[in-house]
T-cell receptor
Framework: DQQVKQNSPSLSVQEGRISILNCDYT??????FLWYKKYPAEGPTFLIS?????DKNEDGRFTVFLNKSAKHLSLHIVPSQPGDSAVYFC????????????FGKGTKLSVKP | DAGVIQSPRHEVTEMGQEVTLRCKPI?????LFWYRQTMMRGLELLIY????????DSGMPEDRFSAKMPNASFSTLKIQPSEPRDSAVYFC?????????FGPGTRLTVT
């Protein structure tokens, strides 16, 4: 049973518009959430994280929102750029940033010029 | 900083052979993780170390898999004997009280 779900395998967005990537989780014990970006033939690259004590964290064009009651988080990219085209993974853990990260299956984002 | 270094980047071997994957974590990081990525199961944690000590190996699929971390700057993941279903991309990651940073991965193909 998947504890972290990314229900959209792919997303296509026009350059300059907002990209919204979604992630749902089932384990209420998760207290730390991360987003990673992955290009082909490379390892996942850390993008942004959020602790369960917050509901929003922002870093430049990237903002992560956490809705604990809905067990839902989202990544907003504004404005989207062609270089953002990659697979985005949501991950969650219990007990902070160390230990077992549970990953979603990923969403492939395509940003069209 | 060179980041997490993995070798080899690609490995093709025949069923039954021993395979050793290597990882050098980021200097100063005290956690090291081994992951496997497949189409069916996505990214899954195999084992992780803290200060060179294995903490959780519950993700290691079978006794054919073993991992060691003899010092803070080196870890190996060994498969003996290898089987075709072990074909996957194996990632090493390291961290220190923050996000995990991944290496480029080793693509293993067992024929």
């Amino acid at each position: 049973d998947q504890q972290v779900k990314q229900n959209s395998p792919s997303l296509s967005v026009q350059e300059g518009r907002i990209s919204i990537l979604n992630c749902d989780y089932t384990n209420s014990m998760f207290d730390y959430f991360l987003w990673y970006k992955k290009y082909p033939a490379e390892g996942p690259t850390f993008l942004i994280s959020i602790s369960s004590i917050k509901d929003k964290n922002e870093d430049g064009r990237f903002t992560v929102f956490l809705n604990k009651s809905a067990k839902h988080l989202s990544l907003h990219i504004v404005p989207s750029q062609p270089g953002d085209s990659a697979v985005y993974f949501c991950a969650a853990s219990v007990g902070g940033s160390q230990g077992n990260l549970i990953f979603g299956k990923g969403t492939k984002l395509s940003v069209k010029p | 900083d060179a980041g997490v270094i993995q070798s080899p980047r690609h490995e093709v071997t025949e069923m039954g052979q021993e395979v050793t994957l290597r990882c050098k974590p980021i200097s100063g990081h005290d956690y090291l993780f081994w992951y496997r990525q497949t189409m069916m199961r996505g990214l899954e944690l195999l084992i992780y170390f803290n200060n060179n000590v294995p903490i959780d190996d519950s993700g290691m699929p079978e006794d054919r898999f073993s991992a060691k971390m003899p010092n803070a700057s080196f870890s190996t993941l060994k498969i003996q004997p290898s089987e075709p279903r072990d074909s996957a991309v194996y990632f090493c990651a390291s961290s220190s009280r923050g996000a995990q940073y991944f290496g480029p991965g080793t693509r293993l193909t067992v024929t």
